[in-house]
């Protein structure tokens, strides 16, 4: 019997950077009955607080103590703490700001010369690189295009594996992960969810056989990889509806 659910959130919880739909909210409820439940993602806590926690139905703090907010990739571990009932930061792992500088640079340099940086489809107010504390992230076409556009940007990865090849040449010193549908992001070397995952058997204390992951992009090279490689159990999933299934088998044998 599994003692952890951990959770990839992009395209596993969700439909990219959206609130989690009331099925999956309704599961994830159901499961902090069973289960530890660690999301772990490459997006700020924010939208951990956006996408997940918000979209919970009434949640006692009882419950909120069985959810782990792993933050941009797990650098960043937040906990909910009953006694002042609300979130605390339990550790903090950050790029030093010329860190932050260079792989901006590099990144903005590599999709300007393979001609995908698409600062002209931006909206307002919108950006192409962010700065995650943890690490730094390219979204080609920012964070409020449409889900159609960004879908239609890069299906088969190749722009990304492109820009990809490209910053490895000129700042080999990081790390670069495809994740999302547009996005790269960029991590000093080992600051991936191997990070986040070792990090989390520590806190909670719990084996890697005590873990069940979900995730989309278990393949070699996929920001979810790290985790098959550490020899976790994991489930690939295409999209949120293949994670409401096996959490409706899991939910259905307890
Ligand atoms: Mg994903």
Redesign the pocket.
């Known amino acids: 019997m599994k003692k952890v659910l951990a959770f ?5 919880l969700n439909i ?1 950077k959206t609130p989690i739909n009331d099925e999956i909210a309704d599961l994830l409820k159901k499961c902090l009955h069973h289960f530890e439940i660690c999301p772990i ?1 490459g997006q700020k806590f924010d939208q951990f607080l956006v996408q997940i926690v918000n979209r919970l139905k009434d949640p006692t703090p009882e419950e909120l103590s069985h959810l782990h907010l792993f933050v941009a990739q797990g650098t960043q571990y937040y906990k909910f703490n009953t006694e002042k009932n609300d979130w605390e930061l339990v550790y903090d792992y950050p790029l030093t700001d010329e860190q932050v500088a260079k792989i901006s640079e590099t990144i903005e340099k590599c999709a300007r010369e393979l001609g995908f940086w698409e600062e002209n489809r931006l909206q307002p107010g919108d950006e192409i690189i962010e700065n995650r504390l943890s690490q730094v992230t390219f979204s080609a076409l920012g964070q409020k295009a449409s889900t159609k556009d960004k879908y239609q940007w890069d299906p088969d990865c190749k722009k990304r594996e492109k820009i990809v090849a490209k910053c490895k040449e000129y700042a080999p010193e990081f790390d670069y992960e495809i ?2 549908t547009t996005s790269i992001n960029a991590i000093t070397p080992g600051m991936n969810k191997k990070f986040g995952m070792t990090h989390l058997l520590t806190e909670l204390n719990v084996t890697k056989e005590d873990i069940l992951y979900f ?3 278990t393949q070699p090279g996929g ?2 990889y790290p985790v098959v490689e550490m020899g976790i159990k994991t489930i690939t999933v295409r999209s949120h509806e293949d994670t409401a299934y096996a959490l409706k088998g899991i939910l259905g044998v307890i």
């Open positions: 990839d959130i992009d395209q596993t990219a993602s994740g999302g995730g989309d992009m920001n979810d």
